[in-house]
Each structure stands twice: as structure tokens, then as C-alpha cells.
Nanobody, 116 residues
Framework: QVQLVESGGGLVQPGGSLRLSCAAS????????MAWYRQAPGKQRELVAS?????RANYADSVKGRFTITRAGRTVYLQMDSLKPEDTAVYYC????????????WGQGTQVTVSS
């Protein structure tokens, strides 16, 4: 059974920084991509950033130039700089295996609150 453990959320001032991490463990599989999603109250979950095993990264327009996604082995990070109140949400880690025989996996979520 695969587990994704997230950490790094918290309360920060506007303009501040935060780094999220997500570590995958359990059953072995080859990873195609890892990603971060977020969900604000009353809104649908949205893709924030993703990164493939080859290192290709993509970002939502709302976070370009402020967030950076990186990967080391089976740990994915999201460096968040110049945070805004609209970044407030629960952030979820997602892992997509290379094989279609395996489903995607989700972390438990970590709260990020940006407030003065």
C-alpha cells in the first residue's frame, strides 16, 4: 500500500514564503509525474504545479513566477514565495505511476493560510 505524507503547511503573512514536502513510501512503482493540487472552501480542487520524472515542470497561471516545484527521488517539494491571501487552501500531493496498472495516489492534505 502506497502512502503519501505531507508537511510544511502553516500560517504566513502576505509576501511570505513556505515550503511544502510530500514523501511517498510503500509499494514500489515507477513514477511518471508528481503534482500539487489545492482546494479552497467552496471551490473545486485545482492543479497548482506538476513535474515529470524527466524534470519538466508546469504551473497554473496564478502561481507562475512565485511557486517552484522540485523532486528528489520519491519526495516532491513546493516552494511558495510572495504568497497572497488567495493562495489560502488545503494543498494535496498527487503521484501518478508510469504503469496504468496502478492508480494515482493522494496525500492527506496540509493547510496553508495567508493572512495579515
Amino acid at each position: 500500500q502506497v502512502q503519501l505524507v505531507e508537511s510544511g503547511g502553516g500560517l504566513v503573512q502576505p509576501g511570505g514564503s513556505l515550503r511544502l514536502s510530500c514523501a511517498a513510501s510503500g509499494s514500489i512503482f515507477s513514477i511518471y509525474a508528481m503534482a500539487w493540487y489545492r482546494q479552497a472552501p467552496g471551490k473545486q480542487r485545482e492543479l497548482v504545479a506538476s513535474i515529470t520524472a524527466s524534470g519538466r515542470a508546469n504551473y497554473a497561471d496564478s502561481v507562475k513566477g512565485r511557486f517552484t516545484i522540485t523532486r528528489a527521488g520519491r519526495t516532491v517539494y513546493l516552494q511558495m514565495d510572495s504568497l497572497k491571501p488567495e493562495d489560502t487552501a488545503v494543498y494535496y500531493c498527487n503521484v501518478r505511476p508510469s504503469s496504468n496498472d496502478y492508480p494515482a495516489y493522494w496525500g492527506q492534505g496540509t493547510q496553508v493560510t495567508v493572512s495579515s
